[in-house]
């Protein structure tokens, strides 16, 4: 499926889920603001990623190509999925023939890596967009040819690399806590000396970190000078046991504004996605992170303990994680007003807010003609 007219400069190329769509968006933008058409920077991505619904409302052209990634161990599925990619690769050398694009800019995940293997065959310079600390399987693959690689943490191991940061939406590039703060907490309704602690694990949830909090809950907020702001997710909003809401249990299904979010709160306890690493970065707040096992190259814990170095956060496994951890954890934080005042200058020092902007202009410098 194709969407979207005119000549183009650049194709993104990635997606699956929202943490590499975004940091897409967020350089399509930059390229906008650079001077390029909106309608010459086309995003290439997969039938089964959430970019199908991200793109479009994003205001970009869009082209979804078919096919899966391989899976880790061997299996019959795999077959399927190596036909796939060979149909993606020649859809994508036809969709590039005709678009003609000065450069791809690959994000990340399926759709990346049958659009940079086109670019590679038509010979259109690739940079990749790498949001891990530890750079994921597509990346590294379309890294061997690419001209740059744009990285978010000076660690990952990429070669020609360039440190740009990664990439945040432009609602949470913008923010400033010291300026922001007052007016984040006010939409909230929290009074003086109330302290929010926010909770989530992503746009479906985090199991085990929806089962601590739920039995965290009652002794977190006992006080009442707590308000716990639950983002449940939506596999488990109707399964998990919770407290009851009220006005220091706050379950929410998904959250809509972020940024007022992030702002608002003194500390939170998530998962540690890249994006999810940046974000927190650029609004400093101090945080618990619980990074998901099994994760490729157990990129989340890498990312974690970057943002610990820093001084913006404390890592607890996934495995260790129950509700007497969580509860110690937090109280920890909240009890000690310069502690929180440390992680969260820690966590701002990690902040790039001009990363869609890097990239955009490293896309630039190697684009062709």
Known sequence: MTTGTGATYAVIAGGGTAGHVSPGIAIARALVSRGHASDSIHYVGSTRGIEREMVPAAGLGLTLLPGRGIARKLSLANVGAVAGIVAAVWQAIGLLRRLRPHVVVAVGGYASVPCAVAAWALRIPVVVAEQNAVPGLANRLVSRWARACAVSFPETALPRATLTGNPVRDEIRDLDRERDRGGARARLGLGAGLDLVTVYGGSLGARRINQAVAHAAPELTATGDVV???????????????????????????????????????????????????????????????????????????????????????????????????????????SNAERLATMSAGAATLARRDAADAVAALAEEHARG
């Open 228 to 334: 716990l702001r639950h983002i449940v997710g939506s596999r488990d909003w109707d399964t998990e046991a919770r407290p009851i809401a009220s006005d220091v249990y706050v379950p929410v299904r998904y959250e809509t504004d972020m940024a007022t979010v992030l702002l608002a709160s003194d500390v939170v306890v998530c998962r540690a996605g890249a994006s999810t690493v940046a974000e927190l970065a650029v609004a400093a707040t101090p945080s618990i992170l619980v990074p998901l096992p099994g994760a490729p190259g157990d990129h989340q814990t890498a990312n974690a303990r970057a943002m610990v170095t820093a001084g913006g956060a404390v890592l607890v496994p996934d495995s260790e994680l129950s509700a007497d951890r969580l509860v110690a954890e937090v109280t920890g934080v909240l």
